[in-house]
C-alpha cells in the first residue's frame, strides 16, 4: 500500500444495516458521504452486519483489531461514549487503550459521540479523544463536560443532526383484504361437468366414511413405520476439516459395538412392517366389488 | 435509448439453481430486458443454499441481455450460536432484534453486494429484491431503500414474524406480492409499504408437451403416476405426502406410482420400494412433459407464496391436488375452480382415488385451471403489472 492509497482510505467504524439502529443509518450516511467522494472505504461494525470486518471495541480484542484495521487511515468513528467511563477492571482499560492506540494511528480522525450517560474519565477522554482531530459531541453541555476532563475545546463542536435519534416510521394504512371463499354448494352429483366444489365436497364425504371404517383397523398401525427412516449412524463430516476427522475417527473406534445395535434395530423394524401388512385388509377400492391390491409392489406393467 | 436502469438482487443465479424465488428474479429480469430495460442482476457466488459456499467466481458477466454481477459470500463462526438462535426461533421463544440479525447474518453476509448497492443503486431506476428471510434482501433494501422494490414471497412462518421483517415490508418503496393471502398476510405482520400489490408471477408456456417421450426417457412405462416437483424436504411437505401417499396406496389399494423430481432425497420408505421414483433434478425444459405425463399433480406444501408448480400443471392439462393448509394454493384453487384441497391423509387418500377412477372430472378442472393460468398468469401480463409499477416510481 502506497502512501498515497492510504492516504485515500478510510475506515469507518460505526453500527451499521441490516441493525436498523439510528447510529446503522448515520454510518451508512457517513459511507455513503465518502464513496459519493471516491475514497476507498474499510467499514468495521461492533456485531456483523453489512460491514467489512466487525470488531466488538468493548473488549481487548476488538480494540486490537480495530488499531490493526486502521493502519494509517484516516478514521471516522461512531463510539458509545461508554467507553469513556471510568468503570472497568483491566479486561475495559485493555480495550480501551486498543482503542486509543487505532485512534493514534490514524492519519486522521474524526469521533462521533451520541449524549454521555455518565461523567467521563479524564484518563480515557484524553487517552482517545486527545489523539482525534475532531470530536463532534451532542450537545453544549457534553462539550463542557469533555472540555472539563481536559480535551482540547478546538478540537469540539457540536453535532447538526441529532444523528443518534430513531427516525419514527409512521404506520401506513392497509390495504383491503381478499375476499372470503364462497361456501360450497350442495350438490350430490358428480359428472365429468361438476365443479370443483362438488368434487371436493365428495371427496369429503367419502373419507368421512373412510375414517368410520377405518377406525380400529389394524392395516394404518404400520404406517408410521413405514415412514420412518431406517437407523443409520450420524454423518461423519463437518465443514471444519478436523472436526470431520474426529468424527470418523470415533465412528471406526466404536464401530463394533454401533453397527450390531444399528442392524438389529433395522432388522427389527423391517419384521414389524412385514408382520402387520400381512394381517388382512377390509378397505375395498372405492366403487368397486373386488378386494383392494394390499401391497405396495408395482402391478406388472403390461407394456413390459 | 432503453426504458431505465433496473437491478434485480437474487441470493443466486444460475440453470442449475432450483427455488421458485430465483426463478421469478430470474425470469422476471430476462422478461424486462427484452422490454427495453437495462437489467442487471446482482447475486453471490453461491450455488447450494444450504453451505452457500462460493462456488461460482466473482466478477461480471453477461447473460444474454443482462448483466450479471457476482460477489463473494461471508460467513462467520461460531456456528453453533446460531444454531441455538435458530431453535429458539422456531420455538417462538423471545428472541431480540440483534439476535435476530446475527443470526441471519450467521448463515452469509455479503458486505461487497451491499456497498455496490450503495455507491450504484441510486443509478438505478428501482432495485429489486427477493425473498424475504436471506440476508441479500435485508441489507440491500436497508442500502437504497427509496429504491427497493420487495418481493417478499411471504409463508406463514415462524420466520414471517421476526422484527428484521418489518422494515423490508414498510420501508422499500413498493412491495410486489404474489398472491392476495400472501397479500393479507403481511397486513396482518405489521405496516405494508403505501405502494404495493399483489403483482402476481408468470409462468412460462411450452411450445408442445411430449408425455410419452417423457416416459420412455425415463422407464416410466405406461403406469399411472402422481407428480411432485420441488425440494424433496421437510418443509415442502415431502414427508407429510410420503406418509399420506403410503397410508392411501396401502389403505385403498391406488393404482397410481408417486414420481418425484428436484432436489433432496426423493426415496421412499422401504415399504414403498418400486411405488415412490425419484427422477432426480430434470433439465427446465424436460419439466413440462413431466407434468403432461402425470395422472395428476401434488402439491404438499403450505409454504408457498404463489407455486409456480402448479400453474405449469394447468398449463399441461393436469388435474392439481394440493394441501388445503396452504392458503396460497388453496387460493388458487378456490379462485380458478380448477384444483383440489385435501385436509388430512384421509382426504388425500380419496383424492388420489378419484384421480384413478373419474379422471374425466379431474380433467374438467384442469382445464379451468389452464383457463386461470393463460387469464391472470402469463409473463406477457405479469410484466405488464411491473412496468406499471415501475412507472409509479420517480
Known amino acids: ?304 | 435509448m432503453g426504458k431505465g436502469r433496473i437491478a434485480f438482487v437474487t441470493p443466486r443465479y444460475g440453470e442449475e439453481v432450483v427455488g421458485g424465488s430465483e426463478a421469478v428474479m430470474r425470469e422476471a429480469a430476462h422478461g424486462l430486458a427484452g422490454r427495453g430495460w437495462e437489467v442487471e442482476i446482482l447475486t453471490t457466488c453461491a450455488r447450494d443454499h444450504y453451505t452457500w459456499a462460493n462456488d461460482y467466481p466473482a466478477g461480471d458477466f453477461s447473460a444474454a441481455d443482462v448483466t450479471v454481477r457476482r460477489f463473494r459470500t461471508v460467513r462467520d463462526r461460531p456456528y453453533f450460536a446460531r444454531e441455538a438462535l435458530l431453535r429458539r426461533v422456531l420455538a417462538g421463544a423471545p428472541v431480540t432484534p440483534q439476535e435476530e440479525l446475527i443470526w441471519l447474518g450467521g448463515k452469509f453476509r455479503v458486505p461487497d453486494l451491499f456497498h455496490h448497492l450503495v455507491l450504484h443503486g441510486r443509478s438505478f431506476r428501482g432495485v429489486v429484491l427477493s425473498p424475504y428471510l436471506l440476508w441479500t434482501t435485508l441489507a440491500g433494501a436497508a442500502a437504497v431503500p427509496e429504491r427497493a422494490i420487495a418481493i417478499p414471497c411471504l409463508h406463514d412462518e415462524p420466520y414471517a414474524y421476526l422484527s428484521v421483517v418489518r422494515p423490508l415490508l414498510a420501508r422499500s418503496a413498493q412491495v410486489w406480492f404474489l398472491s392476495e393471502p400472501e397479500h393479507a398476510l403481511a397486513h396482518r405482520l405489521g405496516p405494508v409499504a403505501a405502494d404495493h400489490e399483489a403483482i402476481g408471477c408468470g409462468v412460462a408456456i411450452p411450445e408442445g408437451y411430449d408425455p410419452e417421450g417423457f416416459r420412455a426417457r425415463h422407464g416410466l412405462g405406461s403406469r399411472p403416476f402422481v407428480l411432485y416437483a420441488g425440494r424433496r424436504e421437510g418443509g415442502k411437505g415431502w414427508d407429510d405426502l410420503l406418509r399420506g401417499y403410503v397410508g392411501a396406496v396401502g389403505r385403498l389399494g391406488i393404482d397410481l406410482d408417486l414420481v418425484s423430481v428436484g432436489v433432496g432425497d426423493g426415496s421412499g420408505p422401504p415399504g414403498a420400494a418400486g411405488r415412490v421414483i425419484d427422477l432426480g433434478f430434470l433439465p427446465y425444459d424436460e419439466l413440462p412433459n413431466a407434468f403432461a405425463a402425470a395422472t395428476a399433480y401434488i402439491q404438499p406444501s403450505r409454504n408457498e407464496s404463489f407455486s409456480r408448480t402448479v400453474m405449469e400443471a394447468w398449463l399441461a392439462g393436469t388435474p392439481v391436488i394440493a394441501t388445503g393448509a396452504g392458503a396460497v394454493v388453496a387460493w388458487h384453487c378456490e379462485r380458478s375452480g380448477g384444483g383440489l384441497t385435501y385436509r388430512d391423509d384421509d382426504e388425500l387418500a380419496e383424492c388420489l382415488a378419484l384421480a384413478v377412477e373419474a379422471p374425466g372430472a379431474l380433467e374438467a378442472l384442469a382445464a379451468r385451471g389452464r383457463s386461470y393460468v393463460l387469464t391472470h398468469y402469463t409473463w406477457d401480463t405479469v410484466l405488464d403489472r411491473m412496468e406499471e409499477a415501475l412507472e409509479r416510481l420517480p
Request: a neutral charge; hydrophobic letters at 45%; one cysteine or more.
Open chain 1, 1 to 304: 500500500v502506497t502512501a498515497g492509497t492510504e492516504a485515500r482510505r478510510v475506515v469507518v467504524y460505526g453500527e451499521y444495516p441490516p441493525f436498523p439502529t439510528a447510529g446503522a443509518a448515520a454510518t451508512l450516511a457517513t459511507v455513503q458521504a465518502l464513496l459519493a467522494d471516491d475514497r476507498d472505504i474499510q467499514v468495521v461494525s461492533p456485531k456483523p452486519s453489512a460491514a467489512h470486518h466487525h470488531a466488538e471495541i468493548g473488549s481487548p480484542k476488538g480494540g486490537a483489531r480495530l488499531a490493526a484495521l486502521v493502519g494509517g487511515a484516516e478514521l471516522v468513528a461512531r463510539f458509545d461514549p461508554g467507553i469513556l467511563g471510568a468503570s472497568g477492571g483491566a479486561g475495559p482499560a485493555a480495550a480501551r487503550a486498543g482503542v486509543a492506540l487505532a485512534v493514534r494511528r490514524a492519519s486522521a480522525c474524526t469521533i462521533h459521540l451520541s449524549p454521555l450517560t455518565a461523567p467521563p474519565a479524564g484518563k480515557w477522554v484524553r487517552a482517545i479523544l486527545g489523539g482525534a482531530d475532531r470530536v463532534v459531541v451532542a450537545s453544549e453541555e457534553d462539550a463542557a463536560r469533555l472540555r472539563a476532563a481536559g480535551l482540547d475545546a478546538a478540537r469540539l463542536s457540536v453535532a447538526d443532526e441529532p444523528w443518534w435519534l430513531q427516525a419514527v416510521v409512521a404506520a401506513l394504512p392497509g390495504a383491503a383484504r381478499p375476499t372470503e371463499f364462497a361456501s360450497l354448494p350442495d350438490v350430490s352429483v358428480l359428472g365429468d361437468d361438476a365443479s370443483r366444489e362438488a368434487i371436493e365436497s365428495e371427496v369429503r364425504r367419502w373419507a368421512a366414511i373412510s375414517r368410520q371404517r377405518d377406525e380400529g383397523s389394524s392395516t394404518s398401525a404400520s404406517m408410521p413405520l413405514q415412514v420412518l427412516p431406517p437407523l443409520t449412524p450420524g454423518p461423519a463430516t463437518s465443514s471444519r476439516r478436523w472436526v470431520g476427522r474426529v468424527r470418523r475417527l470415533v465412528q471406526r473406534l466404536l464401530a463394533g459395538q454401533i453397527d450390531p445395535i444399528v442392524d438389529q434395530v433395522n432388522s427389527l423394524r423391517r419384521a414389524t412392517i412385514e408382520a402387520i401388512d400381512a394381517l388382512p385388509v377390509g378397505r375395498p377400492a372405492m366403487g368397486s366389488d373386488t378386494a383392494a391390491n394390499q401391497t405396495l409392489s408395482p402391478p406388472v406393467d403390461t407394456d413390459g
